[in-house]
């Protein structure tokens, strides 16, 4: 398996003393000795470091193959479908060859969790229980099927983010809990940017302080100014929290950006969305917002918050036609030279538009997206089977106006248009043209409103994709990555098949 490259960002020291902020003493011999100087110099500059960083590159070597890369052709084409999205191409393989992969067991699970055959999964699973315990791969799959033992420490020496954080929703660890389990990384503690989330996690309720300490901690680690970060509870259910990072410089001057938004029953979120693009550094910046028919008062509350504010204009639809053909036709009202996309249950970090703008102007690229966190309702964040918590945030693109429409802007579907449009641009434009930045730049909602986890529309962090998805990201995968491009026609009527095609109507802007 393919693992991203590790972050390696530098540390800085944050905030308040930690004696001063009333935690456990064990929770602060933790920190101390997590954050001494002696274990940041070794971590970056000992041969112990470097021995250790080759003993678990090896590790990772070894699982990785023994995760099911290797000669057999049936578990290549299967990996392949999967990279590429071609998931009902993975479909076909498990009903034609499923008896010949069970020798690679977690490449054949992951693929049955991805089409929804969950309960041969399991079966798999507790028939292989064993072979999938020796590979980071295999343990990730036994943790999506509730079949793992929660350890720390996955078979290449990595942490076992995944496990450990569905402990945590379980109720099964607080932050006293984690730092014991955790005590045999030592000095290595310091340079995994993914364990202060996950101790943000495990500290959420039981200490805020110590939690707000860790996301700070996690935000700085990417070099995003986070000493004053404070985190506001939602004021009501279903509603986002406000980070607020205090007072940062504004970014003036050219080009004017267009944010496109597209609202459908998201009253409790779309106030916190639209405030969180306001609070941006970057300044020359306009937000148009259309309400796609909703039912819950969306459009009257953002009528409300903002009748006055110059810097956002409302937009309303009268039929219910999807966000993409609502972003369609917001861009021929945008006065931007770029446009900017966000979701009405996102909240933006007030350095995105800033920090995409910047690298469009430095590497002249064609578009720019951003990483971002998944946020449950009870505030903690999600780690998914990579053990990674952050995502590509394809909802987060900037790209210049002129290039949206003339590449045809985003195809007329109620889901996944998004991926089809980015992979539109590389393959025209090469691999280097949508610039994909590291920092996680935006917090999507992962509650029951949520799209991804509506049913009929599912994008779960166990990898199911609904049937519609599938078919869309197979289409996508013919048209780009496979080499058998179907016409418009064709993809019209598959989508039309799947109740993927939503027919676009005119948006009209609201005084």
Known sequence: MSWPATVKPSRTTQGTP?????TSPELEAWERRRDSRVGRVLARTSSRSLLQEAVTALRGLVAWRGAGVATNPDCASLRRALQTGAFETADRILRERAEDLEARAAVLIEAMLVVG??????????????RLERTDRGVAMLELLHLGSAGARLPSGRVNCLGLDRAIQRGELDVCDMTKQLRWLGWRA???VDLDLLLFNAARRSDPSAALRFLRRYFAAYRLPSERLRWHEPAEEGALPSLDFGWHAKHRGSPLVSVLVAARNAAPTVISAIGSLLAQSYEPLEVLVADDASQDGTLEAIRKEYRADPRVRVF????????????????????????AFHDADDLALPFRIAHQVAELRREARIGCVAHGLRLRPN??????????????SPVSLVLRRDTFHRVGRFRSAWIGADGELQAKLVHLYGSRAIKCLREPLTVSSWGARSITRAAGTESLEDGYRSPSRRAYSQLVALSFALGAAPSDVAIQARLRET?????PHPVEELT
Do not use: C, M
Not at 18 to 22: A, K
Not at 316 to 339: D, F, T
């Open 379 to 392: 505030g903690t964040f999600v780690f998914f089977k990579d053990q990674r918590a952050t995502r590509i």
């Open 117 to 130: 055959r969950r309960d041969e999964a399991l079966k798999v699973a507790s028939q292989h229980r064993l």
């Open 190 to 192: 310091s340079s995994i």
């Open 499 to 503: 109740n993927n095609w939503a027919e």
């Open 316 to 339: 309303a639809s009268r039929v219910n036609q999807g966000p993409y053909n609502i972003k369609n036709a917001l861009s021929e009202h945008a006065r931007g030279e770029l446009l």
């Open 18 to 22: 930690v004696s001063s902020l009333g």
